[in-house]
T-cell receptor, first 113, second 110 residues
Framework: EAQVTQNPRYLITVTGKKLTVTCSQN?????MSWYRQDPGLGLRQIYY???????DKGDVPEGYKVSRKEKRNFPLILESPSPNQTSLYFC????????????FGPGTRLTVT | GQNIDQPTEMTATEGAIVQINCTYQ??????LFWYQQHAGEAPTFLSY????GLEEKGRFSSFLSRSKGYSYLLLKELQMKDSASYLC???????????FGTGTQLKVEL
C-alpha cells in the first residue's frame, strides 16, 4: 500500500531532551516536507526537500533540523525542544510540487513540558 | 510576505451547495491547492488550479482568478461526511514553498 508513515504518533517529552520524528514514504517521491499545525495558525511549513541531500527552509524552521540521506526517509530533529514546539506535526511527500498533490502522513502529536 | 485568507467557519444544510472562498497575496504564484481535513486526521487532496477558470471533479469544483488573487471551492449536494476543515494552499515560485490558509471549518447540518 502506498503510504507515508510517521513515528512516533504521540510523544510527551521534557524541555531540552533531543528527539527525532521519523518519516518514510514508499512511493519513490522526490519531494518531502514537514509541517506543524496549531489552532488558529493552520499548517505551516518547517522544511522541505526536493531530493536526496537537497533541503530548504520553509516558513518556520527555527529550532528544527532535517536530513535527507535516502530518498524514502526525511526525519525531523528537535535538538533542544521547548514548550512552544508543542504541536501536531505532519510529514508529506509528492512526486514533485508543481501539478502534484501531496500525500500526508497520519501526524505526530508532540507535547513538550 | 504571504497572506492567505479564508472564512473561519461556515454552516450549510445537507443537500445544499456551499462556496468556500480563498483570497491570497503572495510573492510569486505557481498554483493553488484545496485540501480537506477531517478532525484528527491528515489533510487529503481535493483539487489543483494553475490556470484561470473552473475545474470540476464530481461534487467538488474549484475556481481560480489569478488577476484577482481569488479562488473558491464549490461543494454540491452536501453530505454529512463533508463536515470538515477545508484548506486553501498556494504554491509560490522560487522556492517550492507551500503556504496554507488557516482553513475553513464547514459544518453540515440536517
Amino acid at each position: 500500500e502506498a503510504q507515508v508513515t510517521q513515528n512516533p504518533r504521540y510523544l510527551i517529552t521534557v524541555t531540552g531532551k533531543k528527539l527525532t520524528v521519523t518519516c518514510s514514504q514508499n512511493m519513490n517521491h522526490e519531494y518531502m516536507s514537514w509541517y506543524r499545525q496549531d489552532p488558529g495558525l493552520g499548517l505551516r511549513q518547517i522544511y522541505y526537500s526536493m531530493n536526496v541531500e537537497v533541503t530548504d527552509k520553509g516558513d518556520v524552521p527555527e529550532g528544527y533540523k532535517v536530513s535527507r540521506k535516502e530518498k524514502r526517509n526525511f526525519p525531523l530533529i528537535l535538538e533542544s525542544p521547548s514548550p512552544n514546539q508543542t504541536s501536531l506535526y505532519f510529514c508529506a511527500s509528492s512526486p514533485g510540487l508543481i501539478f502534484h498533490e501531496q500525500y500526508f502522513g497520519p501526524g505526530t502529536r508532540l507535547t513538550v513540558t | 510576505g504571504q497572506n492567505i485568507d479564508q472564512p473561519t467557519e461556515m454552516t450549510a444544510t445537507e443537500g445544499a451547495i456551499v462556496q468556500i472562498n480563498c483570497t491570497y497575496q503572495t510573492s510569486g504564484f505557481n498554483g493553488l491547492f484545496w485540501y480537506q481535513q477531517h478532525a484528527g486526521e491528515a489533510p487529503t487532496f481535493l483539487s489543483y488550479n494553475v490556470l484561470d477558470g473552473l475545474e470540476e471533479k464530481g461534487r467538488f469544483s474549484s475556481f481560480l482568478s489569478r488577476s484577482k488573487g481569488y479562488s473558491y471551492l464549490l461543494l454540491k449536494e452536501l453530505q454529512m461526511k463533508d463536515s470538515a476543515s477545508y484548506l486553501c494552499a498556494v504554491h509560490t515560485g522560487g522556492g517550492n514553498k507551500l503556504t496554507f490558509g488557516t482553513g475553513t471549518q464547514l459544518k453540515v447540518e440536517l
